[in-house]
């Protein structure tokens, strides 16, 4: 099973927003609404932050949003702030595995 | 709240067997409703999915370690553990436990444990 692909990185300046697009096939982020989204900071596990491409989890600010169209699914963030900076994985539910994207760095400039 | 830790060996020889074990504290495994997983992330790179075991010890496994691996759970003890074999430098990774929730989405993580495989 390949990586969802994603970009390698984006930036954005405070209270700006921005898009991280994780793109897939019709085997999975395309064929189910079970795509995820995560935060990780550097030396720390993942934190969930979208589940079901555009639900959030208790405790996650409403500036995080995820949505889908066909193959690809993107998760925005609006409202910058500089605790954004990290690293975020897309992920994805197949028939037969789970499948990560290979991460964006967020850089808030 | 439901917690995971993971412990095992920080130092596994080539060609021998990684273990390790995830606790989990704040609920319990055998409720049901949920999947243990077991995620790495290879040095500077991305998160790879390894598996899941279910409480009654139905597993999934990714099929590329799929040869090498089993995960298997204790539920009087409330642990689920990883046993990857024949491993080699390219297992080097830390490895996160999780519990996969609704959608497939892992809603919460241990802390991860480093483990390299170096003799």
């Known amino acids: 099973q390949s990586a969802l692909t994603q970009p390698a990185s984006v930036s954005g300046s405070p209270g700006q927003s921005i898009t991280i697009s994780c793109t897939g096939t019709s085997s999975d982020v395309g064929g189910y609404n079970f795509v995820s989204w995560y935060q990780q900071h550097p030396g720390k596990a993942p934190k969930l932050v979208i589940f079901?491409?555009?639900n959030r989890p208790s405790g996650i600010s409403n500036r995080f949003s995820g949505s889908k169209s066909g193959n690809t699914a993107s998760l925005t963030i609006s409202g910058l702030q500089a605790e954004d900076e990290a690293d975020y994985y897309c992920s994805s539910y197949t028939s037969s595995s789970r499948v990560f994207g290979g991460g964006t760095k967020l850089t808030v400039l | 709240q439901v917690q995971l830790q993971e412990s095992g060996p920080g130092l596994v020889r080539p060609s021998q067997t990684l273990s390790l074990t995830c606790t989990v504290s704040?609920?319990?495994?055998?409720?049901?409703?949920?999947?243990w997983s077991w995620i790495r992330q290879h040095p500077g790179k991305g998160l790879e999915w390894i598996g899941y075991?279910?409480?009654?010890?139905?597993?999934y496994y990714n099929p590329s370690l799929r040869s090498r691996l089993t995960i298997s759970v204790d539920t009087s003890k409330n642990q689920f553990s990883l046993r990857l074999n024949s491993v080699t430098a390219a297992d080097t990774a830390v490895y996160f436990c999780?519990?996969?929730?609704?959608?497939?989405?892992?809603?919460?993580w241990g802390q991860g444990t480093m483990v390299t495989v170096s003799s």
């Open positions: 704040g609920g319990s495994i055998s409720s049901g409703g949920f999947y």
């Open positions: 079901e491409v555009s």
């Open positions: 999780a519990r996969e929730a609704d959608g497939a989405s892992f809603d919460i």
């Open positions: 075991i279910y409480y009654s010890g139905n597993t």
